[in-house]
């Protein structure tokens, strides 16, 4: 079975401009987080999907952020402008309803220069 | 809110020793608890979860973690101590009521000497 994959792995980009990542979850999960790491500091959750649905997007950081999950299957995160404190690693992750169990991806490395 | 604490920002043991690595909870109710290993240059792995029933849960690799609820801890245990297993370790905590959402502590990096 293959894993939560996330594309872009790295992206460097200057401030103002637009990013946009990437993930596909395992096949037939439902749920889908975006998460994101800063340096040294905890992993936070951005929001989570249930198929296309936004069911909680109480952590993305303002509105410069915007999520989507078109079709249930695969979502994107665009940041549009990016400022210099997005930078981070964010994680994708996917879950079965049924299961406790969240898949994470590799992660995408963001720099905002 | 719910949180999670690792106090320790790097472990160090000795190849063969018994390491611990701590986490302290808060969540309203009872929580989920989980452990995520997260190796160089790859995404975070999971370890192994308490959800109900026995305190002491056993995972990948050899981990194991017990759960105690007055203390409200669950620190991440092994006998004896891998230089494999040298990574960046998370533990996370979940509320039953949501247990979607998913607290991270800010990470504990072990490092196992040879």
């Known amino acids: 079975e293959a894993g939560v994959t996330q594309f872009p792995s790295h992206s460097v980009i200057e401030k103002g401009q637009t990013v946009t990542l990437r993930c596909d979850p395992i096949?037939?999960?439902?749920?889908l987080y975006w998460y994101r790491r800063v340096m040294g500091k905890e992993i936070k959750f951005l929001l989570h999907f249930v198929k296309e649905s936004k069911q909680d997007e109480s952590g993305m950081p303002n509105n410069r952020f915007l999520a989507e999950r078109t079709g249930g299957t695969y979502s994107t995160l665009k940041v549009q402008p990016a400022e210099l404190e997005d930078s981070g690693v964010y994680f994708c992750?996917?879950?079965?309803?049924?299961?406790?169990?969240?898949?994470f991806g590799p992660g995408t490395r963001l720099t905002v220069t | 809110a719910q949180s999670v604490a690792q106090p320790e920002d790097q472990v160090n043991v000795a190849e063969g020793n018994p390491l611990t690595v701590k986490c302290t909870y808060s969540?309203?109710?009872?929580?989920?608890l989980f452990w995520y290993v997260q190796y160089p240059n790859r995404g975070l792995q999971f370890l192994l979860k308490y959800i109900t029933g026995d305190n002491l849960v056993k995972g990948s690799y050899g981990f194991e973690a017990e759960f105690n609820k007055s203390q409200t801890s669950f620190h991440l245990k092994k006998p004896s101590a891998l230089v494999s297993d040298s990574a960046l370790y998370f533990c996370a905590v979940s509320s039953r009521e949501g247990y979607q959402k998913v607290t991270f502590g800010t990470g504990t990096k072990l490092q196992v000497i040879p």
């Open positions: 969540v309203s109710g009872n929580p989920y």
């Open positions: 096949s037939g999960h439902d749920n």
């Open positions: 992750a996917s879950r079965l309803s049924v299961s406790y169990e969240q898949y």
